[in-house]
Protein backbone atom coordinates (compact mmCIF):
# COMPACT_ATOMS: atom_id res chain seq x y z
CA UNK A 1 0.00 0.00 0.00
CA UNK A 2 1.47 3.17 -0.89
CA UNK A 3 1.18 6.80 0.45
CA UNK A 4 -2.01 8.52 -0.32
CA UNK A 5 -3.45 12.04 0.67
CA UNK A 6 -6.71 11.78 2.65
CA UNK A 7 -8.84 14.75 2.44
CA UNK A 8 -8.00 18.44 1.96
CA UNK A 9 -5.23 17.71 5.42
CA UNK A 10 -1.65 17.13 4.97
CA UNK A 11 -2.99 13.60 6.98
CA UNK A 12 -0.95 10.87 4.70
CA UNK A 13 -2.14 7.19 5.02
CA UNK A 14 1.31 5.38 5.59
CA UNK A 15 0.90 1.55 6.21
CA UNK A 16 -1.86 1.98 8.15
CA UNK A 17 -1.60 4.62 10.47
CA UNK A 18 -3.42 8.24 9.45
CA UNK A 19 -0.52 10.83 10.81
CA UNK A 20 0.38 14.35 10.83
CA UNK A 21 2.80 16.38 8.72
CA UNK A 22 5.83 16.72 10.61
CA UNK A 23 7.57 20.18 10.01
CA UNK A 24 10.82 20.28 11.99
CA UNK A 25 12.43 20.15 15.25
CA UNK A 26 14.18 23.28 15.98
CA UNK A 27 15.02 25.71 19.16
CA UNK A 28 13.91 29.06 20.80
CA UNK A 29 15.32 32.13 18.47
CA UNK A 30 14.12 30.27 15.09
CA UNK A 31 11.11 30.17 12.77
CA UNK A 32 8.64 27.76 12.12
CA UNK A 33 7.07 27.48 8.70
CA UNK A 34 3.59 26.68 7.71
CA UNK A 35 2.60 26.47 4.13
CA UNK A 36 -0.65 25.68 2.75
CA UNK A 37 -2.56 24.55 -0.44
CA UNK A 38 -6.43 25.12 0.16
CA UNK A 39 -8.47 23.32 -1.42
CA UNK A 40 -12.11 22.83 -2.27
CA UNK A 41 -14.23 19.08 -1.11
CA UNK A 42 -12.95 17.50 -4.13
CA UNK A 43 -9.19 18.45 -3.55
CA UNK A 44 -8.99 21.56 -6.10
CA UNK A 45 -6.68 24.34 -5.04
CA UNK A 46 -8.90 27.68 -5.19
CA UNK A 47 -8.54 31.25 -2.93
CA UNK A 48 -10.56 30.87 0.10
CA UNK A 49 -13.35 33.63 1.30
CA UNK A 50 -10.46 34.84 3.94
CA UNK A 51 -7.49 33.85 4.96
CA UNK A 52 -6.36 30.87 6.49
CA UNK A 53 -6.30 31.18 9.89
CA UNK A 54 -3.44 29.58 12.02
CA UNK A 55 -2.88 28.25 15.91
CA UNK A 56 -0.67 26.65 17.82
CA UNK A 57 -1.22 24.44 20.48
CA UNK A 58 1.57 22.87 22.96
CA UNK A 59 -0.26 20.29 24.52
CA UNK A 60 -3.72 21.26 26.19
CA UNK A 61 -2.16 25.21 26.47
CA UNK A 62 -3.08 27.63 23.28
CA UNK A 63 0.45 29.72 22.45
CA UNK A 64 -1.07 31.31 19.55
CA UNK A 65 -4.43 32.20 17.92
CA UNK A 66 -5.81 33.96 15.19
CA UNK A 67 -3.02 34.83 12.88
CA UNK A 68 -4.15 35.64 9.25
CA UNK A 69 -1.39 33.61 6.84
CA UNK A 70 -0.66 35.60 4.54
CA UNK A 71 -0.85 34.45 0.07
CA UNK A 72 1.95 33.88 -0.92
CA UNK A 73 2.18 35.80 -4.47
CA UNK A 74 3.20 33.60 -7.94
CA UNK A 75 1.31 31.63 -10.19
CA UNK A 76 0.32 28.56 -7.60
CA UNK A 77 -3.56 29.02 -6.68
CA UNK A 78 -4.65 29.28 -3.30
CA UNK A 79 -1.22 29.12 -1.95
CA UNK A 80 -0.62 30.35 1.87
CA UNK A 81 2.38 30.61 4.07
CA UNK A 82 3.48 32.06 7.71
CA UNK A 83 6.70 32.12 9.49
CA UNK A 84 6.42 32.26 13.65
CA UNK A 85 9.26 32.85 15.08
CA UNK A 86 9.44 30.80 18.02
CA UNK A 87 10.03 33.42 21.07
CA UNK A 88 9.50 33.02 24.92
CA UNK A 89 5.57 32.19 24.53
CA UNK A 90 7.13 28.45 23.18
CA UNK A 91 8.53 25.94 25.88
CA UNK A 92 10.05 22.64 24.83
CA UNK A 93 8.30 19.57 23.59
CA UNK A 94 5.81 19.10 21.35
CA UNK A 95 3.55 21.59 19.29
CA UNK A 96 0.56 21.17 16.88
CA UNK A 97 -0.45 23.78 14.79
CA UNK A 98 -3.72 23.68 13.43
CA UNK A 99 -5.08 25.11 9.56
CA UNK A 100 -8.22 26.24 8.84
CA UNK A 101 -10.23 27.89 6.49
CA UNK A 102 -13.05 27.82 3.90
CA UNK A 103 -13.44 27.58 0.36
CA UNK A 104 -17.12 27.24 -1.64
CA UNK A 105 -19.04 26.04 1.55
CA UNK A 106 -15.92 23.83 2.29
CA UNK A 107 -14.41 24.09 5.54
CA UNK A 108 -10.42 22.60 5.73
CA UNK A 109 -8.16 21.92 8.20
CA UNK A 110 -4.65 20.76 8.22
CA UNK A 111 -2.27 20.04 11.29
CA UNK A 112 1.13 20.12 11.36
CA UNK A 113 3.67 18.67 14.30
CA UNK A 114 6.55 20.59 15.76
CA UNK A 115 8.93 20.10 18.33
CA UNK A 116 10.63 23.08 20.29
CA UNK A 117 13.80 21.54 21.64
CA UNK A 118 15.96 22.95 24.79
CA UNK A 119 18.33 25.34 23.91
CA UNK A 120 18.41 28.54 21.88
CA UNK A 121 17.28 32.03 22.82
CA UNK A 122 13.52 33.01 22.95
CA UNK A 123 14.86 36.96 21.73
CA UNK A 124 16.74 35.55 18.66
CA UNK A 125 20.16 35.44 17.47
CA UNK A 126 22.30 38.93 18.31
CA UNK A 127 22.74 40.53 14.73
CA UNK A 128 24.36 43.82 16.37
CA UNK A 129 26.07 45.47 19.16
CA UNK A 130 26.58 48.87 19.94
CA UNK A 131 29.04 49.59 23.05
CA UNK A 132 27.71 52.29 25.55
CA UNK A 133 29.56 53.80 28.47
CA UNK A 134 27.79 56.30 31.20
CA UNK A 135 29.58 57.36 33.85
CA UNK A 136 28.17 54.66 36.58
CA UNK A 137 28.27 51.42 33.93
CA UNK A 138 29.15 50.19 30.78
CA UNK A 139 26.31 48.68 28.43
CA UNK A 140 26.03 46.72 25.81
CA UNK A 141 22.83 47.36 23.32
CA UNK A 142 22.29 44.54 21.04
CA UNK A 143 19.30 43.90 18.49
CA UNK A 144 18.07 40.58 17.49
CA UNK A 145 16.94 38.92 13.93
CA UNK A 146 13.98 39.57 15.50
CA UNK A 147 13.58 42.61 15.82
CA UNK A 148 14.27 43.14 19.72
CA UNK A 149 16.45 45.59 21.14
CA UNK A 150 18.21 44.49 24.99
CA UNK A 151 20.57 45.71 27.23
CA UNK A 152 23.45 43.95 28.48
CA UNK A 153 25.03 45.02 31.96
CA UNK A 154 28.85 44.91 32.39
CA UNK A 155 30.41 44.06 29.43
CA UNK A 156 33.93 41.82 29.69
CA UNK A 157 36.90 40.06 27.41
Not at 2 to 21: D, T
Not at 133 to 151: N, Y
Request: hydrophobic residues 45%; proline residues 4%; neutral net charge.
Amino acid sequence: MGNQCIGAGRYVFILGVLALQYLSRTQLGREASFAITTVDATNIPGWPTAAPILEVWAGTTLVLSNLKMPKVDGAVTGLFRLNVFLDDRFSAGEHLGIVRWSLNSFLGVEEYKFDVVAGGDGRGAIVSLFHHEMPQERFLVAQSDAGKLFRLKRPSI
